[in-house]
């Protein structure tokens, strides 16, 4: 498994990212390059930003239940998986944009370092530690760097 909390990873992770070009498609999926992006986005806004509202109490008992043992694990995404509402983008996007906000937050991520995460309280799941943090972050991008093909 990548660790995103490792700068020589993180440094592969952005070569990937790097490789990707405005007019890349998908291996698999119905996602632009730059939508794809902008969902990437997405986990680390839900993290650094105030953008995404809190899932209601009941919803966090259902995404704990049944969805965090699916994104914690270090068991790859399938293909084709179901998006959850919020990771779904429906508006324009710019590829230069999204890719230099995705590397911007990959960067801090692991310049935070896995203390800062351990424990960590995130949005939908409740408290993580280090590994399901890492696990969480590293699978989704790993996921749709593949789709592109890097």
Request: proline share 4%; with cysteine; net charge positive.
């Amino acid at each position: 498994m990548i660790n995103v909390f490792n700068k020589k990873d993180v440094d592969e992770l952005i070569g990937r990212i790097n490789k990707l070009k405005a007019d890349s498609q998908p291996n698999w999926g119905t996602m632009s390059v730059e939508k794809m992006l902008a969902h990437c986005n997405v986990t680390y806004e839900m993290v650094y930003d105030s953008k995404h509202p809190r899932p209601s109490g009941f919803m966090r008992f259902v995404l704990r239940l049944i969805v965090k043992p699916t994104v914690v694990n270090n068991v790859p995404y399938k293909q084709n998986l179901k998006t959850a509402p919020a990771f779904i983008i429906s508006d324009e996007r710019n590829f230069e944009i999204e890719k230099s906000r995705l590397i911007d937050y990959i960067v801090k991520t692991c310049e935070l370092g896995e203390n800062f995460f351990d424990g960590k309280e995130s949005l939908s799941f409740g408290k993580l530690n280090k590994f399901e943090w890492n696990n969480m972050f590293a699978k989704h991008l790993d996921h749709h760097l593949r789709q592109f093909g890097v």
